[in-house]
């Protein structure tokens, strides 16, 4: 009998068939991801947190206690020689957000995943921000995971994705890619 996967998560031809189920713990089970290969920019104001738009990537879980690894490759800038901008992931669950993959609590300092602020070198750089994170969401539904970001100084200033502060058509200037990739690990 041949072996054929049939995409729901079964390989059939094998004697009993081999569900994720039957899969090794720390297995990866099924991987999804989502790349923004364009120019994205968000003016920012009075501490509002925002979301990069067209990039996110969304994952059903097996069974709800495996975990998803979470991958995240984001190329940054951002405006306003006195302004640092705060990032960090987020999952959507049954329409509740959950902020992850933060720093510790620490006083009144902010908790991110990364930041980025004011290039004082150049207008041409690039910000090279990543992540790897394991996170537990504890069900089966659907798990949207997003970037947000806020300028938590509030002064205001202009957040630039996949391109630097600078746009001059030239080809010193640059263009760049991120990306967001989640796993589904057995547990």
Do not use: C
């Not at 969401?137 to 300028?151: C, E, L, M, N, R």
């Amino acid at each position: 009998m041949p072996i054929t996967i049939n995409g729901s998560g079964t390989v059939s031809g094998i004697t009993g068939g081999l569900t994720s189920a039957a899969m090794p713990s720390g297995s990866a089970l099924q991987t999804v991801s989502d790349v923004l290969d364009t120019a994205y920019n968000q003016t920012t104001s009075g501490g509002n947190a925002y979301q990069v738009t067209g990039l996110q990537a969304a994952i059903t879980l097996n069974d709800a206690s495996n975990k998803v690894l979470v991958q995240v490759s984001l190329k940054t800038a951002y405006s306003g020689a006195y302004n640092s901008l705060g990032w960090w992931i987020n999952r959507v669950t049954s329409g509740s957000d959950n902020a992850l993959a933060r720093g510790a609590a620490d006083g009144n300092r902010t908790r991110v995943t990364g930041s980025t602020g004011y290039y004082t070198d150049s207008e041409k750089h690039v910000g090279d921000e990543n992540m790897v994170f394991l996170d537990t969401p504890g069900s089966v539904g659907a798990h949207t995971y997003q970037i947000h970001f806020k300028d938590f100084s509030t002064n205001g200033g202009e957040f630039y994705v996949n391109r630097p502060r600078g746009d001059s058509n030239a080809d010193n200037y640059v263009r760049a890619i991120s990306s967001i990739t989640l796993t589904e690990i057995k547990a």
